[in-house]
């Protein structure tokens, strides 16, 4: 028996951890003045245009979540800090789980879609642990839940224990393991799309994906592609912002030490905030989680949580001074 009472004092640091993280959450949104702001950087509308782009989800975002995007903010905040205090309190833990569980699978397939290798990616590992704890609960230790059926009057029925049912715990403990199989399934799933797309088109050696000719713009013809801005306009902005016009995703145009125009996929290949140039420090920084990536050695990851440099977008500079997505 008193092993049995530890085995269930095992499930406190899980429950506690995954609470106060739902409510750290919850409150860390409050806290950035820029997500409820449409225009700024962290804006939610900003983050669910991103990550529609790559999501198997993206066209429920696209209906769903976009149309009212400061309204799914909320929602996300008011989910995370009741399913965090309900979880902490021990009030209705298992559902609590359930809801933990389907908001961290929903940001597997959309914020932590692109994150590779799947274990870079927390929102995989959280979905898991929820679907744990949704499984065991909370065994009745240091829970609120007996203190407000006392004042519901709900203590009579709640002091009679449960039945023990093998069939419906093995149920539970099935639906569980297939929960995580899918969970894992979904996360190597990108990788899989990644690889297979990669070896259908290899860029020949002799190109620098991204840049453009060590030419004067005078001595290069008029591109054929699309005009995103102008040489003059990109170096008194520091960058030119665009979309791609082959992914729809935002793209970033930043001038090389050497004089040649860049061009990155705009995507934090973390969790897919759009970054942004800093001219300071010559970066391309994600403003959600502090990934920074190296424009002049093709977007390489050179600080922050981000596994992967930004993918290049090929571009000219015209004989009109424009630049030019291929």
């Not at 990616?121 to 704890?133: C, E, H, K, P, R």
């Not at 639906?175 to 259908?200: C, D, F, H, M, N």
């Not at 060590?214 to 306009?233: C, E, H, L, M, Y």
Request: glycine share 12%; with cysteine; charged share 10%.
């Amino acid at each position: 028996m008193v092993q049995d009472r530890w085995l269930a004092y095992g499930t406190v640091p899980l429950r506690f951890f995954l609470g106060i993280t739902f409510v750290y959450a919850g409150l860390q949104k409050i806290a950035d003045p820029g997500f409820l702001s449409p225009g700024s950087t962290t804006y939610i509308g900003t983050q669910l245009q991103a990550f529609a782009v790559h999501s198997p989800i993206g066209f429920l975002v696209d209906s769903l979540a976009l149309p009212a995007p400061t309204l799914t903010g909320v929602g996300v905040i008011g989910a995370e800090l009741a399913i965090g205090v309900g979880v902490l309190l021990g009030i209705a833990t298992r559902l609590a789980a359930i809801g933990g569980a389907v908001i961290n699978f929903v940001f597997l397939l959309t914020a932590s879609w692109t994150v590779q290798p799947y274990f870079l990616g927390s929102d995989g590992i959280y979905a898991v642990a929820w679907i744990t704890l949704a499984m065991v609960g909370d065994q009745g230790i240091l829970t609120a839940a007996p203190y407000l059926m006392r004042q519901l009057g709900l203590a009579a029925e709640s002091a009679r224990p449960p039945a023990y049912d093998p069939a419906r715990r093995r149920h539970l403990v099935e639906l569980g393991a297939a929960a995580v199989g899918v969970v894992w399934v979904l996360s190597v799933l990108p990788r899989i799309t990644r690889i297979s797309a990669q070896s259908a088109v290899t860029p020949t050696p002799s190109e620098s994906p991204g840049a453009s000719p060590s030419v004067p713009p005078s001595a290069v013809p008029t591109p054929t592609g699309t005009k995103i801005g102008s040489v003059q306009t990109l170096r008194s902005q520091g960058s030119l912002s665009f979309t791609d016009p082959a992914t729809g995703d935002p793209g970033l145009a930043v001038e090389l030490p050497n004089g040649n125009v860049a061009a990155f996929d705009a995507v934090c290949t973390h969790a897919g905030c759009p970054v942004d140039y800093d001219p300071g420090s010559k970066l391309l920084v994600c403003p959600c989680h502090g990934a920074e990536f190296d424009p002049s050695r093709n977007a390489a990851v050179v600080g922050g949580p981000a596994p992967t440099p930004l993918s290049p977008i090929k571009v000219q500079v015209g004989a009109d001074g424009g630049v030019y997505v291929d």
